[in-house]
């Protein structure tokens, strides 16, 4: 297995959340993808006031009901329920629950459950207030030997779902899987484990991201099984799990599903964010183990290339990188780091030499960051994964609203989730109340989808 190729050393790691627990604190960085310029280029787009937030939500022992559950919060301004959790829909049991994804239709919701590999399928379409849960999908590690189903994307008529693990070793080494709309096992494609374009492929996956424009799909790198339910603690004092992070980015070709080339990125790099300005070239990255903003980018020759562009915080203070979120103009990046609870918004005017021009305090501990898609409206979630999270009054458990001017951050509205018998706060999704109006980026519009949708029938994977 690769090593990790970290700025700050294992022992300084180990030192630092040896400090947390003993205050009762846990934290490192996870998973993470969540807002409107973060979906799918294929799924309808709110390109204005979203009117609910869909909170997926890990359920804790004791509290509430226990189990993982999608929240549904009212955000239409002047509703009598404005900052209400109007919905709670548990899905039975705990499993690790963590990321979701639109279908190509927006009308519904697949959502992952790391530990128990369970996918859930709800209906977000025939009334968004009300989601319904219409299929749960067990097969993943029988199809694909995967386990740990991550990001979910939508392609025509297909959801691409990133692994995080294997059920062979619970290692680090994955895979994607390709299912049908309704539920349906298509293909599965293996991470690159071999030198693709120069560069070693070490087989981990954490996110996906797709350029339509450039028929591309970028994916990052992260961890397995072994390490992401391990207890954090005991984990950084272990030189050999520490080693079991991944170190790379690789770029395919989107209707072939072939590695093109796989760059060096060390340290765990995790959300990827494309830019959708029409003409962009680039996507940026956030590496979780070594706090560096990258960015993958197209040079004259038509090259991709990876490029170190910027520090977050201080490595030595180990901010821990988690989740980012790029304005539709892509210029300019909200930057969550855990360790701190503060968020950041970088200037990426000049997307080579970004830079951080705002910084605040949101909790003791804050994970997702979701942004409206005109920028003016941030969220705010908390959750890393249930071993991961701090302890004792540090565990904060909640959604924050915000509006943005550009400048500052106002607040509007917190729920506590622990107060509210909810568990704890992870991943969100917007959604509107009228689906008709909502549009595709042109560029996935403009795609020949009969032909994409094909493309990815056939099984690449061994």
Not at 256 to 282: C, H, Q, Y
Not at 305 to 329: E, K, R, Y
Not at 409 to 424: A, C, M, Q
Request: charged content about 25%; overall charge positive; glycine content about 10%.
């Amino acid at each position: 297995m690769p090593k990790c190729n970290n700025r700050f050393s294992l022992q300084a790691l180990a030192a630092a959340v040896s400090a947390t627990v003993a205050l009762g604190v846990v934290a490192l960085p996870t998973l993470s993808h969540a807002d409107e310029t973060a979906c799918s280029p294929f799924t309808p787009l709110i390109k204005g006031q979203e009117d609910l937030v869909y909170v997926w939500t890990l359920g804790v022992e004791g509290i509430g009901d226990g189990s993982d559950k999608l929240v549904t919060v009212d955000v239409r301004p002047g509703s009598k329920t404005f900052g209400k959790v109007i919905n709670s829909l548990s899905v039975g049991g705990r499993g690790e629950a963590h990321h979701t994804g639109f279908s190509d239709d927006r009308r519904y919701l697949w959502a992952g459950a790391l530990d128990s590999n369970k996918m859930f399928v709800f209906d977000i379409g025939t009334d968004p207030s009300k989601p319904k849960l219409v299929r749960t999908i067990t097969d993943l590690v029988e199809k694909t030997g995967y386990v740990g189903p991550h990001t979910f994307y939508a392609l025509p008529g297909r959801m691409m779902i990133q692994a995080l693990s294997n059920a062979k070793d619970h290692g680090g080494v994955t895979g994607i899987a390709v299912y049908s709309n309704d539920g349906k096992f298509i293909s599965k494609h293996d991470m690159p484990t071999t030198k693709v374009g120069g560069v070693q492929g070490d087989g981990y996956g954490y996110d996906i991201g797709i350029n339509p424009q450039k028929n591309v799909l970028l994916t990052s790198s992260f961890t397995g099984w072994n390490n992401y339910m391990m207890d954090l603690g005991k984990m950084v004092k272990d030189p050999d799990a520490m080693k079991h992070f991944g170190n790379t980015m690789a770029m395919w070709n989107l209707k072939t599903m072939e590695p093109m080339k796989v760059f060096d990125v060390p340290g765990a790099p995790l959300e990827i964010r494309w830019s959708l300005k029409k003409g962009d070239n680039w996507a940026v990255t956030a590496t979780a183990l070594t706090s560096q903003l990258y960015v993958i980018k197209q040079d004259k020759k038509g090259e991709w290339q990876a490029h170190d562009v910027a520090t977050i915080g201080n490595p030595a203070d180990i901010p821990l990188p988690v989740d980012i979120s790029i304005a539709a103009d892509g210029k300019g990046l909200w930057v969550n780091t855990f360790m701190d609870g503060m968020t950041r918004y970088w200037d990426f005017h000049d997307p080579m030499h970004p830079k951080e021009i705002f910084k605040e305090k949101i909790g003791s501990q804050v994970n997702m960051v979701s942004q409206s898609f005109d920028g003016k409206r941030v969220y705010f979630t908390t959750s890393l994964l249930a071993n991961w999270d701090k302890k004792g009054k540090d565990d904060e458990q909640f959604l924050k609203m915000y509006k943005w001017n550009g400048k500052k951050l106002s607040h509007v509205f917190t729920i506590d989730f622990y107060k509210e018998k909810l568990g704890r706060a992870h991943h969100m999704k917007f959604q509107a109340l009228n689906l008709s109006k909502l549009k595709p980026l042109a560029a996935a519009e403009s795609q020949d989808l009969d032909s994409l949708k094909l493309a990815l029938t056939e099984p690449k994977g061994k």
